[in-house]
């Protein structure tokens, strides 16, 4: 009998739900929410209240998309957390509102682990390039830098993280010292395009083992521009995709550094990356030159599935209803957790 699972996802400003059936990937719907950017980031209430308004017309159209009926669902996952509070309450209540109109299950999912698992997401029936266990993940967003030792979907541990700031985090605060707008990553993206990455060199900053941080590159980007601005009040502007590229240049040889070492150490070849920074061009041709430098087996994930989604969120629902891991209606969200809790 084939096993249904509706995802929810709504752990910041993206309201998605997505359907996978036996592992297939049969709809993913997403809607933004283009208030936050006259803020320069994501206002937790103007979240929450979209949240609201955007929640049964976006389960609706991924049921329509995925051609079934509520009633053929088998199960209903929902990211408990890490996330907004606000935002997280959404969804947890909708799915197990849900949940208890149709008498399904409910599945919890952590947000981190979701990412992780988003590899095994199959678009088609015979899709089958999936990381090997184990592996090694590289998840790297606007709030987490982490390594990841994944020996199965369902244990994954964390050996290494940031200590202060995360990649992406580094990015959309450069950009916005630049007046690029939020969010800034995918800015910086593209006119990293256009410069020169040996153009600038700002500060590696060393964490202990497999650790990262970024704090202080930031502070460096910072007195760069300010010490440059002294002498030129137009130097940004004149030099603003040097400054990207060299920014993105920076930012992944210190993501990748501490990725070689764990994988030199725990003589692991499969390797893959997800979360938002995932779609950064850079990071990606990095991976690629690895793979073809230390024979690893690379994955990168499909855009669609880098930044936050609800298709990850069924994909580890599926998992989770093989093994019966379902959890009670009083499951309460939380706004932070590590990958291994």
């Not at 991924?62 to 509520?70: D, H, N, T, V």
């Not at 015979?126 to 266990?133: A, E, G, T």
């Not at 990841?148 to 010292?177: L, P, S, Y």
Request: proline share 5%.
């Amino acid at each position: 009998m084939s096993i249904t699972i509706l995802g929810i996802e709504s752990s910041c400003d993206d309201t998605s739900c997505a359907v996978i059936r036996d592992g297939v990937l049969l709809s993913n719907v997403i809607a933004g929410q283009a208030v936050h950017e006259a803020y320069g980031g994501v206002v937790p209430e103007l979240a929450s209240r979209a949240h609201q308004q955007n929640i049964i017309p976006v389960t609706a159209e991924a049921l329509k998309r995925a051609g079934i009926r509520k009633e053929d669902l088998s199960a209903i996952a929902f990211t408990r957390g890490p996330g907004l509070l606000g935002s997280l309450l959404v969804g947890v209540s909708f799915a197990k509102g849900l949940a208890l109109a149709l008498h399904r299950p409910v599945i919890e999912v952590n947000h981190l682990q979701a990412h992780v698992l988003a590899h095994f997401i199959r678009q088609t029936p015979d899709s089958s390039r999936q990381p090997q266990f184990p592996f090694l993940c590289l998840l790297v967003s606007g709030g987490n830098s982490q390594i990841i030792r994944v020996q199965a979907c369902n244990e994954m541990k964390m050996i290494g993280q940031t200590i202060d700031d995360a990649a992406g985090e580094a990015f959309d605060k450069c950009a916005k010292v630049m007046g690029l707008g939020y969010p800034g990553g995918p800015v910086v993206n593209r006119l990293a395009r256009e410069g020169n990455p040996a153009a600038f060199s700002f500060a590696k900053p060393q964490a202990p083992g497999y650790d990262y941080s970024f704090s202080g590159l930031k502070t460096s980007f910072l007195y760069t521009l300010r010490d440059a601005l002294k002498e030129n009040p137009d130097f940004i502007e004149q030099h603003r995709a040097d400054l990207c590229a060299s920014l993105q240049a920076t930012v992944v040889e210190i993501l990748m550094n501490k990725l070689r070492k764990a994988a030199t150490d725990l003589n692991i070849r499969e390797v893959a990356v997800a979360g938002g920074v995932s779609a950064n061009s850079g990071l990606r041709d990095a991976f690629c030159e690895h793979a073809a430098r230390f024979g690893w087996n690379v994955y990168l994930p499909p855009n669609a599935f880098t930044t936050d989604n609800a298709a990850m969120v069924a994909m580890t629902g599926y998992f989770k209803y093989l093994e019966g891991d379902f959890c009670s209606m009083d499951a309460v969200p939380f706004s932070r957790t590590l990958i291994s809790d």
